[in-house]
């Protein structure tokens, strides 16, 4: 009775890794080598076609730059943590809520890079990718909707690190966080829904966080935080050309479409680059304010209310 039941769970073991393996197999392998392995082939659906794949992009520069933003913002992130942030850890202050941005904007753009890079390997094989969760040909939707996630707080994060630069009220942090947070939400959903249309919602946001947050650097005029103000006008110089960008760019497979980036560099990994400057210079202006000045911590008014960064 007892080998029995061994071979029934063994038999349930076998089948089930059978249809798993493979496709954890095809997962990592593609991030690894580019190409989906042959026994994956055995779900494989037909051969697709190139329109399917117009809205996403599959250019290895897109990828590549945002593998790029990915490198340098978690290295930024953990460098002012490591060297700025005093124990014990404020949540408000100037250091942490730029390491917040700087880790949200890296994963952010990671995932991004990793979903359009399994795109890309669907594409090279002539499979027709899933826009439906949990279905053969889906594994990129798992790093697509985690970046979905973290795109929203990391521009909250940035509109934190302007806060606390203008020593505005620690509750305007919070609502940055909560709408953020809230978005999030909402794209995530959409990925339920109709996976083509998100991260509308999370580009106006992060274009009305970096506006808001260059006004805001901007308050005591342009000297005190300059290396942050260009960092600031980078980001938002990505998302006003990722905004207008003509529409023959998003179906380069239009002959007669006008699109004033080459096809091998296009509007995303430009964007791509823009980010890049953008993070350098917003870490080397929380650098040189935190080197400059130690008090980029909350204090209290004289009716007991916190607010940021009192210097």
């Known amino acids: 009775r007892i080998s029995a039941i061994a071979s029934i769970v063994r038999d349930r073991v076998e089948s089930y890794s059978r249809g798993l393996l493979p496709r954890l197999r095809c997962c990592f392998c593609i991030m690894s080598t580019g190409s989906i392995l042959t026994d994956a082939s055995s779900y494989a659906q037909p051969t697709g076609y190139t329109h399917i794949y117009q809205d996403w992009d599959i250019t290895p520069s897109t990828y590549c730059s945002f593998y790029v933003v990915f490198a340098i913002g978690l290295l930024a992130g953990i460098m002012v943590f490591k060297n700025h942030v005093d124990k014990p850890i404020d949540f408000y202050s100037l250091g942490v809520q730029f390491c917040l941005f700087a880790i949200f904007e890296a994963f952010a753009f990671g995932l991004n ?7 890309g390997a669907y594409y090279q094989q002539g ?14 939707l798992g790093a697509r909707m985690c970046a979905l996630v973290f795109t929203p707080l990391a521009s909250s994060a940035l509109a934190g690190v302007a806060f606390a630069y203008s020593r505005t009220a620690t509750g305007w942090i919070r609502w940055a966080k909560v709408f953020g947070a809230l978005i999030a939400i909402a794209e995530l959903y959409l990925c339920f829904v109709n996976i083509d249309i998100t991260g509308k919602i999370s580009m106006y946001w992060g274009f009305a966080c970096t506006l808001l ?35 023959g760019c998003w179906a380069p497979d239009d002959a007669g479409a006008y699109c004033p980036y080459p096809s091998d560099f296009n509007q995303r990994a430009v964007f791509g680059v823009l980010n890049v400057g953008a993070v350098v210079f917003v870490y080397a202006g929380v650098v040189a304010l935190l080197t400059k000045r130690s008090s980029y911590l909350p204090t209290s008014d004289g009716d007991g209310s916190r607010r940021c960064c009192g210097m």
Request: proline share 9%; charged share 10%.
């Open 113 to 119: 890079g990793a979903a359009h890079q399994v795109l």
């Open 127 to 140: 499979i027709i990718f899933s826009r439906h969760p949990f279905r053969p040909h889906s594994e990129w």
């Open 213 to 247: 947050g260059l006004i805001l650097c901007l308050k005591d005029g342009w000297r005190p935080a300059i290396f942050m103000i260009v960092g600031f006008a980078f980001r938002l110089l990505a998302y006003i050309l990722l905004a207008f960008t003509p529409p």
